[in-house]
């Protein structure tokens, strides 16, 4: 089953060009063009990952990553064009999983996408096993 995306975007070319870019990845994607309408359909389809532009009318980016990150553990990537140290820093600090500036690059936003999508580490069990996979962990 496709992973569900919800983009939060306030300009509609950029949620246009989001949407076809996830969904030629294979992605499901919805679209809300303000924070308040990006918090109800969060609610109503507990998506696997949210893409937030951080200028949001009603409620702003940050703030709405704050209520996703309280709610739940689902990733949230901020996309905006504020790209100074202090505004990715209090982004990251609202609880994003990833910071990207705009313009950004196809690529780019394609591998944050696969890395906030990708399984999680399990926690160690009891007598220290388990837990991480990778390159001679497994």
């Not at 999983?97 to 196809?106: G, M």
Request: glycine share 10%.
């Amino acid at each position: 089953m496709a992973k569900t995306i919800l983009v939060v975007e306030d300009s509609s070319d950029i949620s246009r060009l989001l949407e076809h870019i996830l969904r030629q990845e294979g992605y499901q994607t919805v679209v809300a063009d303000d924070g308040p309408a990006g918090w109800e359909a969060f609610q109503q389809l507990q998506p696997d990952l949210v893409i937030l532009d951080v200028n949001l009318p009603g409620l702003n980016g940050l703030e709405l990553c704050q209520k996703i990150k309280q709610a739940s553990s689902i990733p949230v990537i901020l996309l905006t064009v504020q790209a100074e140290t202090e505004a990715v820093r209090r982004g990251l600090r609202a609880g994003a999983d990833a910071y990207l500036a705009k313009p950004f690059e196809i690529a780019q936003l394609l591998a944050a996408v696969e890395h906030a999508l990708r399984p999680r580490i399990r926690p160690l069990r009891k007598g220290g096993e388990g837990g991480a996979e990778g390159p001679g962990r497994g």
